[in-house]
């Protein structure tokens, strides 16, 4: 199974909050999970990205978390600012497979002033 | 500057005829995409390309073509079998192993009038 499942949906948050996007997938053999930031009218652009070897991954004020065993991963942003309002999705793929990522459904952030 | 230019940004097609979406990257990437964006869907995968003048389907090929004659560049048509064409087309492009950074167009929306 390639799905990747994305939630919430929407979130909106107060301008420095902490926003939690999660995602689950089913492929055991899945061994990169990147996120992907889009802003209105524009492409996709990376975010930040982690391997299963590792539980945690940071870039400034974006976590990745990663839980294997509960095949699960979470992006989290602190000191959530306006400018982070966008669509994020996570994103699996798998060694080998030409067929690059699988996309969860993605997340309207909405960070309030 | 590098990367990958979609053209046009915005087209509009009659119902019956057929039109082809414009993709060129200079990054040198071997491998090449084409996603389509529906509201709360995220992206989905229509046709992928590792080399020249070889191309494989994705989840949604139906109604679509592609070609790859040449390594930069990878058009798509989108044919009058696709019944609801209405959507917004992203190219993408990465170096062939997996696992690696999808760089994406600016995308292009096409609307069916």
């Known amino acids: 199974q390639q799905q990747v499942k994305q939630s919430p949906q929407s979130l909106i948050v107060q301008k420095g909050g902490i926003s939690i996007i999660n995602c689950a997938y089913e492929n055991t053999a899945f061994d990169y999970f990147p996120w992907y930031q889009q802003f209105p009218g524009k492409g996709p652009a990376l975010l930040i990205a982690?391997?299963?070897?590792?539980s945690e991954k940071k870039e400034g004020r974006f976590t990745i978390s990663f839980n294997k065993s509960a095949k699960q991963f979470s992006l989290h942003i602190m000191d959530s600012q306006p400018g982070d309002s966008a669509t994020y999705f996570c994103?699996?793929?798998?060694?080998?497979?030409?067929?690059?990522?699988?996309f969860g459904s993605g997340t309207q952030l909405t960070v309030l002033p | 500057d590098g990367g990958i230019t979609q053209s046009p940004k915005y087209l509009f097609r009659k119902e019956g005829q057929n039109v082809t979406l414009s993709c060129e990257q200079n990054?040198?990437?071997?491998?090449m995409y084409w996603y389509r964006q529906d509201p709360g869907q995220g992206l989905r995968l229509i046709y992928y390309s590792q080399i020249v003048n070889d191309f494989q389907k994705g989840d949604i090929a139906e109604g679509y073509s592609v070609s790859r004659e040449k390594k930069e560049s990878f058009p798509l048509t989108v044919t009058s079998a696709q019944k609801n064409p209405t959507a917004f087309y992203l190219c993408a492009s990465s170096i062939l192993s997996s696992g690696n950074t999808i760089y994406f167009g600016e995308g292009s929306w096409l609307t069916v009038v």
């Open positions: 994103a699996a793929s798998r060694s080998g497979s030409a067929r690059q990522l699988t």
């Open positions: 982690i391997r299963p070897d590792v």
């Open positions: 990054l040198n990437h071997d491998a």
